[in-house]
Structure formats: structure tokens, C-alpha cells
């Protein structure tokens, strides 16, 4: 009887009033909405119940009266089934709609049925499984015939899937196969508007996500379970980071588990920075809806929605990781009242040159305080030992103490802090880096409740560098209005390597026709599907 209920409501969650189409192409801004998904499930929930209870939370959401004036629905990563309940995906050039097709499971139906119905474009991300071998892929299959794909499926107005795309930096990810190299994929959709997409920790990478960037996409979407670190890398901070820097509309949707470090929604507008922005200490599943300007329209207003943070005491619920930062070259910031500093760190060749205008507060006595290193670095790290990189940074980033194994971490909620205890007025950081398609810079901040600030307050400039024969460019990162509850301010940057060859299975083996091959199927098959 339960489950026959369970059906019951889905059915009825399937059949709202449909909606129209919002926006046009000739319109200058299209309407979008961004949900941040609670992805704690309850104790010993199987997975049947666990994927049936949050394809209605799903299908609740678009079908909310907040949803009718999107005409782009997007969910985040890993909330929606698992690798027991993963389901079947057509391929986007099949042109199917999946809805009432038994072929598939009832995530991939219904969710169809629902874009459908409310006339909206939606991007889940789901665990997809396909046979194997597939296509040109001749890698050793699993002994169930089954390979298994972290993927991003996108449904069109009429409920078909129009693109796919299957995450190819994996960031552990037990189970979860990768295509043998990435896909590159994007959809048009009828407001004028192509849309490139990919998965969390691609946004770390080259590609896909920087190689849709080289070829003109200009609005990305992006499912995430982001797992934040400080100093550079809580979820809001690198989503607006890499907006700006790529001058793109980003549309991020965030897994919500603020105990293991997972929050971080939102809606960005290249140069314009934020329209809005969550990083939540608490779970929560709710739909953020936004106007986002088409960048062909570059004069027209950008209509901001600032949203309620969490005080810094309240934010230490959000469990953040620390990045190896022990091995950089640093300097303290003097403690010293109404002080103009001018200083140069270098990491072996490596200079970052600082210019601070900073005022500290007078009689701190035995009050505990944030106190600032000037830091420079451009060598490696291991992402969690999922991956390996190169990081290229010159930052100013808080401690708890002079300690330099303190840097990065945050007073506890029962500590109380003097939080005026360093106003910086103004902040202007110089460095040279690379200018090629391996290195990628950005500007990076965050303040004591992990919230980026306001593009206004700063201003960011890059400049070609004429000084040696190596392409690079001169970077100047200026912080424009006084802050006393600064966490981070920096330059920083990946250097990439060419990726290694990826496997469905850790035996297996490539030869290098088969990967040729692939390659030139997946860019044919997957870089302007309409």
C-alpha cells in the first residue's frame, strides 16, 4: 500500500498545469534557477527508497509556483540515485524523449515527463549505467556488461534528453567509470542561448570545462558536491573566480551537507560577479531563481540578490579542509597601527609584490584575533590523492595564530574573536604568470563567513608582459574598499598537464589508434549538438 501510494503521488506530481516560455531569443537576459539539494539521507534508508524519496523532492521543486518563471532548471550533483538504482540515458542524438518509456528507470521518466509538462529545459545529474562495450570504446568491461558514469542529463521543453555529458576528472568516486577521454558538450536551447556543461571537480581541470571556454561558450552549468577548502577553495569562492576570469555565465547547483564541507549555490555573470550566492551551515533544499544577462548584451543591468550569510561563529558548522599550504613562502604582516607595507615574497622564481594599506586596532591586549601572512607558492599538491597539480599563487590569508600551521584554519564557534582587530583599507598584489592554454589565473577571496565579496570592491587587471621571451602576462589584484574580516585575498592559478589516459578498468589497456579514434568521434559527436 505504501509503495502503491508513493506512485500515487508521483503520478499527480507529473501532471501540473504546464508553463510557457519565458524568455526569447531576442530578449537580453534569460530566466534561471539554481536549487541547492539537502544530500543527507536519513539512516538506513535503502537505496530504492532513498532514489524514490528524492525524485519527489525533485519533481515537488519543479513543479513549485518559484519554479514557473524559469525557463532553466538545474540540480546538483549526486543527490538524485545511486549506483544500485542508476539508470539507462539515450544518447542525445537518438532524439528521445524518455518520458512513459519503460526502457528506462523512473528517474530518467518522470523527470522527462516533467520538463515536458512545465515546458522547461532541466539538467539533473544522475548515476548513469550503459552496456559495454559502447561505441568505440574497447576497454575490458565489468563482469556485469555495465559500465557506471557520473553524469549530467539535460531535457529539453518537450522532455528529450538533447545533451549528456559524463564526468571525467573523477574525484574518488568508488565505482564510477570515465569515458576514455573528456566529452565535450553543450545544447542550444530556443532563448538564443548554448549552454556547455560539466561535473564538480572538472572545474579544476583543462578540460572539458576550460576547452568549451576556447571554443566560444560563453554560459555553463554546473552540477557540484563541492567539498570546500580554505584559503582558495570554498565553493562560492572558486565558482565566481572562475566566472570572472572566463568573463562566463555560470549556473551552479550545490549538493547540501555542510557537516563533510558540501554547500555553495549559485548564479554568476562573468565580470559582473555574483547575481547570488549561498553557502549555508545548515542543509537545506531550496530553488534560487535569477536573471541572467546574455553577455551579448553587455550593457544590460545586472539585478543583484544578495542573500542572508551566517555569522562567522555560526559558519564553523560547515566543516572546511585545509590545503597544504606549510611548504609556501611567507611573511607576517607586521602588527603594527596605521601601516603602509610594500613587500616582495618570492617562491624560488616566483615574486609576488605587495603594496597594503592596513589599520590595526590599538590596546588588542589578550584578545585573540585573526593575524595575516603574505605568501607566494608555485609548485604541487595532491587533490585528496584523487589528482595531482600545480598551483601558482601570491596571497594574503588569515591564522589563528603566528604559527604558520595555524594559517587557514578558523577560531572555533565558542571562541570569541575580535573581529575588527586588522582593517585593510587598501590591497594591491602584483606577479607575473604564464600566458598560455596550461595556465589558468583568477582572482580569489573569501571573508570570515565564506563568502566571497562583491566584484565592486576590488579590481582586477591583466596586462601582456614584455620582459622575457616566455608569454606571460602581469597580473595586479587591488582589494578597493576597507575590510576587517578579510580571510583571503589572492592571485591564484593551475598549471595543467595534458591528462593521462583514463580506464573503465584498472587492468585495462589503450592503444594509441583507439584513443585517436575516440577523440575525433567525441569532438565530432559531442561540441554543437543542437
Known amino acids: ?84 538504482t542508476s539508470s539507462f540515458v539515450p544518447h542525445p542524438d537518438d532524439g528521445v524523449t524518455p518520458c512513459n518509456n519503460l526502457r528506462y528507470e523512473r528517474v530518467v521518466r518522470d523527470v522527462s515527463c516533467a520538463a515536458r509538462n512545465r515546458k522547461k529545459y532541466i539538467v539533473i545529474n544522475l548515476t548513469e549505467k550503459a552496456r559495454c562495450p559502447e561505441g568505440y570504446d574497447t576497454r575490458p568491461c565489468s563482469p556485469d556488461g555495465l559500465y557506471h558514469f557520473n553524469t549530467n542529463v539535460v531535457f529539453d521543453r518537450q522532455g528529450k534528453v538533447v545533451s549528456r555529458y559524463r564526468k571525467f576528472n573523477l574525484f574518488g568516486e568508488r565505482g564510477i567509470n570515465t569515458t576514455v577521454v573528456p ?99 545548515d542543509p537545506q533544499s531550496k530553488l534560487y531563481v535569477a536573471k541572467v544577462p546574455k553577455l551579448l548584451f553587455p550593457n544590460e543591468v545586472v539585478d543583484k540578490i544578495p542573500q542572508p550569510k551566517g555569522t562567522p561563529a555560526q559558519m564553523t558548522k560547515l566543516f572546511l579542509k585545509r590545503d597544504q599550504i606549510d611548504k609556501y613562502t611567507t611573511k607576517d604582516l607586521p602588527m603594527t597601527s596605521n601601516a603602509q607595507l610594500e613587500e616582495r615574497v618570492c617562491y624560488e622564481n616566483h615574486c609576488c609584490n605587495f603594496t597594503i594599506n592596513y589599520t590595526v586596532k590599538q590596546n588588542l591586549g589578550n584578545a585573540m584575533y585573526y593575524r595575516y601572512k603574505l605568501a607566494a607558492y608555485d609548485a604541487g599538491r595532491t587533490f585528496d590523492g584523487f589528482a595531482d597539480g600545480q598551483i601558482t599563487t601570491c596571497a594574503i590569508f588569515a591564522c589563528t595564530s603566528q604559527n604558520l600551521t595555524s594559517c587557514s584554519t578558523r577560531f572555533e564557534s565558542n571562541q570569541a574573536y575580535d573581529e575588527q582587530a586588522v582593517t585593510f583599507n587598501s590591497i594591491t598584489i602584483v606577479a607575473k604568470f604564464a600566458n598560455n592554454d596550461e595556465t589558468f589565473v583568477l582572482p580569489n577571496n573569501v571573508d570570515t563567513s565564506i563568502v566571497p565579496f562583491d566584484v565592486s570592491e576590488t579590481d582586477y587587471s591583466v596586462v601582456p608582459g614584455t620582459a622575457d621571451e616566455a608569454p606571460h602576462n602581469i597580473v595586479t589584484y587591488k582589494l578597493t574598499n576597507p575590510r576587517s574580516n578579510l580571510f583571503t585575498f589572492a592571485i591564484w592559478s593551475r598549471k595543467f598537464k595534458r591528462y593521462a589516459i583514463a580506464y573503465a578498468n584498472p587492468s585495462a589497456s589503450v592503444s594509441l589508434l583507439v584513443v585517436l579514434i575516440t577523440t575525433v568521434v567525441g569532438l565530432v559527436n559531442n561540441l554543437w549538438k543542437a
Open 183 to 281: 566529452e565535450l558538450a553543450s545544447f542550444y536551447t530556443d532563448f538564443g542561448v548554448r549552454f556547455g556543461h560539466f561535473i564538480c571537480f572538472d572545474l579544476m581541470f583543462n578540460e572539458p570545462a576550460l576547452e568549451l571556454v576556447r571554443l566560444g561558450v560563453t554560459d555553463f552549468i554546473f552540477p557540484t558536491m563541492w567539498f570546500s577548502e580554505l584559503p582558495f577553495l570554498t565553493a562560492s569562492q572558486i565558482q565566481l573566480g572562475w566566472a570572472f576570469a572566463n568573463n562566463a555565465n555560470l549556473l551552479a547547483a550545490g549538493a547540501s551537507f555542510p557537516g563533510v564541507g558540501s554547500t555553495g549555490t549559485g548564479v554568476y555573470s562573468g565580470r559582473h560577479g555574483a547575481i547570488t550566492t549561498i553557502m549555508n551551515y
Open 1 to 84: 500500500m505504501g509503495r502503491q501510494l508513493v506512485l500515487f503521488c508521483i503520478s499527480v506530481l507529473l501532471y501540473i498545469a504546464p508553463s510557457t516560455q519565458i524568455s526569447n531569443p531576442g530578449d537580453p537576459h534569460y530566466w534561471a534557477g539554481v536549487v541547492e539539494f539537502r544530500s543527507d539521507g536519513a539512516a538506513n534508508e535503502t537505496a530504492e527508497i532513498s532514489t524514490t524519496n528524492r525524485l519527489m523532492q525533485y519533481l515537488t521543486i519543479i513543479n513549485s509556483d518559484e519554479a514557473n518563471d524559469t525557463d532553466v532548471l538545474v540540480f546538483p550533483e549526486g543527490t538524485l540515485n545511486r549506483l544500485e
